[in-house]
């Protein structure tokens, strides 16, 4: 298995702008979690979904963040407009969705607004 | 709420000496526990992790954590450090079947030669 794959791997965009990241998890894996992780606060969770289906979103910022998950093997974070403060790397973790099995992440999406 | 708490954000180690980074978590039962590692660049990576039974527990590259319920604890070990261990370690809980897991703040290691 590729394991989860997460496009762009950077991505430089202007204030504004809507950005959109994507994520594959892994196939049979029925959560999909998005976190985001900066210097000054850490990892946090933005969303996750069980069965494609969101959970709890109540990590995401704003009403600019929105995230989907049409099928069980796509999602995307999208940001709109973008801002200087969204910048950060942009985890998708997903995992078999019984617990004791931890997430396989992936490689992260680096995003930088200016 | 349940949290977990890693004391040291920054350890410098000598290459081949002994490590020993902690983590504390609070919740009234045994949660499963988890230690993943990320390098620079790189996602996180599922070192080991802990559900029930021995409380010494044996992970990827040369790694073993011990569950100390007495303590609240979840240590994570290596007996001779490698400069290639030189990243930064989270600590995890997961406490209920909504599959959510809890990170500690991390701790970043560093290999001096």
């Known amino acids: 298995d590729a394991g989860v794959i997460q496009s762009p791997r950077h991505e430089v965009t202007e204030m504004g702008q809507e950005v959109t990241l994507r994520c594959k998890p892994i196939?049979?894996?029925?959560?999909l979690f998005w976190y985001r992780q900066t210097m000054m606060r850490g990892l946090e969770l933005l969303i996750y979904?069980?069965?494609?289906?969101?959970?709890?979103d109540s990590g995401m910022p704003e009403d600019r963040f929105s995230a989907k998950m049409p099928n069980a093997s796509f999602s995307t974070l999208k940001i709109q407009p973008s801002e200087p403060r969204d910048s950060a790397v942009y985890f998708c973790?997903?995992?078999?969705?019984?617990?004791?099995?931890?997430?396989?992440f992936g490689s992260g999406t680096r995003l930088t607004v200016v | 709420a349940q949290s977990v708490t890693q004391p040291d954000i920054h350890i410098t180690v000598s290459e081949g000496a002994s490590l020993e980074l902690r983590c504390n978590y609070s919740?009234?039962?045994?949660?499963?526990l988890f230690w993943y590692v990320q390098s620079p660049g790189q996602g996180l990576q599922l070192l080991l992790k802990?559900?029930?039974?021995?409380?010494l527990v044996q992970g990827i590259k040369g790694f073993e954590a011990e569950f100390k319920r007495s303590q609240s604890s979840f240590n994570l070990r290596k007996p001779s450090v490698h400069w290639s261990d030189a990243a930064e370690y989270f600590c995890?809980?997961?406490?209920?079947?909504?599959?959510?897991?809890?990170f500690g703040g991390g701790t970043r290691l560093m290999v001096k030669p």
């Open positions: 973790a997903s995992s078999l969705g019984e617990w004791s099995y931890g997430y396989t």
């Open positions: 196939s049979g894996h029925n959560s």
């Open positions: 979904f069980n069965n494609n289906v969101p959970i709890d």
């Open positions: 919740y009234g039962a045994t949660p499963y």
């Open positions: 802990y559900f029930s039974g021995d409380t």
């Open positions: 995890a809980v997961e406490v209920d079947a909504g599959n959510m897991l809890t």
